[in-house]
């Protein structure tokens, strides 16, 4: 079993429907993030959260920490938020590799004009 | 501006020849990191490195090597024994400062095919 999970692994949006991804994870971690891959393959970092909720944007993260489930919202979705989008944690006390991120499979946004 | 910058980013080579995949940092990063993406599939960790000459095997370190003499370098060499070579290569860092969740920067990727 993976130790991340995302649903959906692909999604179809029209623009200007409000999207939900979500994520859970089954370890104790000390921080969840979310990043965002586009089709020639460079990831950015969008959001790192250990509790609570953060908005930029027309994007917003929250984290349940007790019932270890995350979601990635998008509001007003357009067609450039197509991409894929990556939840990853950090474990706790993840051994001598402190700071390695664990990934989830992503799912694939795609917003049709 | 600050950031990573993965050379080159499609690298075509024949089974059984090494190649080296290039890795630059030029934000004073302490950590740097090689992952592994295939189809369908998270992620996975290759090697990371924490500090100058010194690195560490991740979850796929079998068929790979690399280096760490500058902070500001990590190259990955995939050696002819990775019985499966052709992914997507994406290298990653991040400051030591701060917590170790920190932020990290990552780079466009090389996609290596063999044939």
């Known amino acids: 079993k993976n130790e991340v999970e995302q649903s959906p692994q692909n999604l179809t949006a029209q623009e200007g429907e409000f999207i939900t991804i979500n994520c859970s994870y089954s370890v104790g971690i000390s921080a969840l993030h979310w990043l965002q891959q586009h089709p020639g393959g460079g990831i950015v970092s969008l959001f790192m959260?250990?509790?609570g909720k953060k908005k930029h944007g027309r994007l917003i993260a929250t984290i349940n920490i007790q019932e270890k489930h995350s979601s990635l919202h998008i509001t007003a979705s357009h067609p450039r938020d197509s991409a894929v989008y990556i939840c990853?944690?950090?474990?706790?006390?993840?051994?001598?590799?402190?700071?390695?991120?664990?990934f989830g499979k992503g799912t694939k946004l795609s917003v049709k004009p | 501006d600050g950031g990573i910058t993965q050379s080159p980013k499609y690298l075509f080579r024949k089974e059984g020849q090494n190649v080296t995949l290039s890795c630059e940092q030029n934000l004073n990063h302490d950590a740097m990191y090689w992952y592994r993406q295939d189809p369908g599939q998270g992620l996975r960790l290759i090697y990371y490195s924490h500090i100058v000459n010194d690195f560490q095997k991740g979850d796929i370190a079998e068929g790979y090597s690399v280096s760490r003499e500058k902070k500001e370098s990590f190259p990955l060499t995939v050696t002819s024994a990775q019985k499966n070579p052709t992914a997507f290569y994406l290298c990653?860092?991040?400051?030591?400062?701060?917590?170790?969740?920190?932020?990290?920067?990552f780079g466009s990727g090389t996609r290596l095919t063999v044939v």
């Open positions: 959260l250990s509790s």
């Open positions: 990653a860092s991040k400051t030591s400062l701060g917590p170790p969740n920190y932020g990290y920067t």
């Open positions: 990853a944690v950090n474990l706790m006390n993840y051994g001598g590799s402190q700071g390695n991120l664990i």
